[in-house]
């Protein structure tokens, strides 16, 4: 049995993970920690916890994160912290032999200047070159000798898995990337924030952070690794009036020669025998309804003959795949397990 313990419980990423791991057969929920909500029962926070008597839910208290005495009951923890909080807790955490799945950004870059030019200056850069990139399908061998996971972003996550196989193959350019993806609202986290007020949000539509996102350079830093080339992408995120769901719309190039078909056969070859990417048959596409509620990312294509234009429309639940579900399925990697372990839900269509 894995001894967990997750610390931010009390956010929308924090809470995922305790309905995860309270459901996994082979994980066990041994501490919640809370810098908001600390001495609060987990069900004073939730009050909806309240209906699964049986879950243990009742019995959580969240607590300060206090790294030697978490030391003595878990195995593994997840940080579902803001960024540049993780990276204080780390280095102590590894100390004490606790295996560590960081859902912030801290841990997501090698190149610390990449990192502090789009966040802040990173007190553990060391640990850099220990940590490793959390996208379960393409870093499965390294993260299953890491104990420190740097849990992909939510729009990366959608962005990366259609691109990196078009690109280790070579059946795709490197200029002209272009990601237009749109997020429902708790993408933005549980704090109060003027952009994400139900007022502002309801009945609209919006871009933001247009050409300045932060996820730029995770999702510019991995393209490049992986095909060995500088990639620079055109990412474009807008916000939905929904609280969950994520849909990316990619645009990318042909090299020459490059079929339909070489794009089919590379992603089969590539996700195959994924249990958590879906690659859909010709002319049909996701929507969100399809993954809400998942740890899936399920994309289809389209390719423009005439043009070379290869467009990949891919969806994935933000809170899920895009955060708490990978995060369990690079636990679930860690200690041998199937990556499926514990993340088996069926989505229901309403």
Known sequence: MINVGIAGASG?????????????????????????????YLTDIFPSLKSFVKAGFENLICEDLDIKSLSKKIDVIFLALPHKVSMKH????????????????????TDAGAYESAYQDHSSKHLLKESVYGLS??????????NLVGNPGCYPTSILLPLLPLLKEELIRTDGIIS????????????LSLSAHFCEVNESFNAYKVGNHRHTPEINEILSLHSQRDVSI?????????TRGMLSTIYARAANNVSENDIRKTYHAYY???????????????????VKGTNCCNFGFHFDKATKQIIIVSVIDNL?????????????????????TGLNMVQAPL
């Open 320 to 340: 899920l795949k895009g955060a708490a579900g990978q995060a369990v399925q690079n636990m679930n990697i860690l200690f041998g397990l199937k990556d499926e």
């Open 234 to 242: 055109t990412f474009v995120p807008h916000l939905l009036p929904l």
């Open 180 to 191: 237009d993806s749109k997020s429902g609202v708790s993408g933005a986290g549980r704090s």
């Open 90 to 109: 780390v280095p102590a955490l590894l100390d004490h032999k606790i295996k560590v799945i960081d859902l912030s950004a801290d841990f997501r870059f």
């Open 137 to 146: 399908e393409i870093y499965r061998n390294k993260i299953k000798t890491s």
């Open 272 to 290: 195959g025998n994924e249990p958590f990417v879906n690659i859909l048959d010709k002319n049909l596409y996701p929507a969100i309804s399809h």
């Open 12 to 40: 929308y990423t924090g809470i995922e993970l305790v309905k995860l791991i309270s459901n996994h057969p082979e994980a066990k929920l041994c501490a919640v920690t809370s810098n908001s909500y600390s001495g609060k």
